[in-house]
Nanobody
Framework: QVQLVESGGGLVQSGGSLRLSCVASGSTLDDLAIAWFRQVPGKEREGVSCLSGKDGSTYYIDSVKGRFTISRDNAKNTVFLQMNSLEVEDTAVYYC????????????????????????????WGQGIQVTVSS
């Protein structure tokens, strides 16, 4: 079982930046797909971005493209989510999640309407971290 620990959340003004970190233990990043999800009260948990550990491919939902960047540091077994130009609508609890059964590839679903991931594909989750963007 992979353990995930997030850090880096907090309060920031609209237009500001934050960088979230997700440290993984119990497996190397090469064997995992790591995604960031977010959830606001009363709404479903939403996938934001995914990084394929096998080949470094990255995926984003449309609302964060150009603003968020997912990356990794293999030496630290850590995945980052750099969030720039933050908007009030980005306020949520952010979760790091790992898919250990996809041989290191994100199982991203891309349709004409949206890009998403099935929560059930991710077998390990972090505890969640609050990101609040004020206007």
């Amino acid at each position: 079982q992979v353990q995930l620990v997030e850090s880096g959340g907090g309060l920031v003004q609209s237009g500001g930046s934050l960088r979230l970190s997700c440290v993984a233990s119990g497996s190397t990043l090469d064997d995992l797909a790591i995604a960031w999800f977010r959830q606001v009260p009363g709404k479903e948990r939403e996938g934001v971005s995914c990084l394929s550990g096998k080949d470094g491919s990255t995926y984003y939902i449309d609302s964060v493209k150009g603003r968020f960047t997912i990356s990794r540091d293999n030496a630290k077994n850590t995945v980052f989510l750099q969030m720039n130009s933050l908007e009030v609508e980005d306020t949520a609890v952010y979760y790091c999640a790992a898919d250990g059964f996809s041989l290191g590839h994100c199982r991203t679903v891309i349709t004409q309407e949206k890009t998403f991931w099935f929560l059930a594909d991710f077998d390990s989750w972090g505890q969640g971290i609050q990101v609040t963007v004020s206007s």
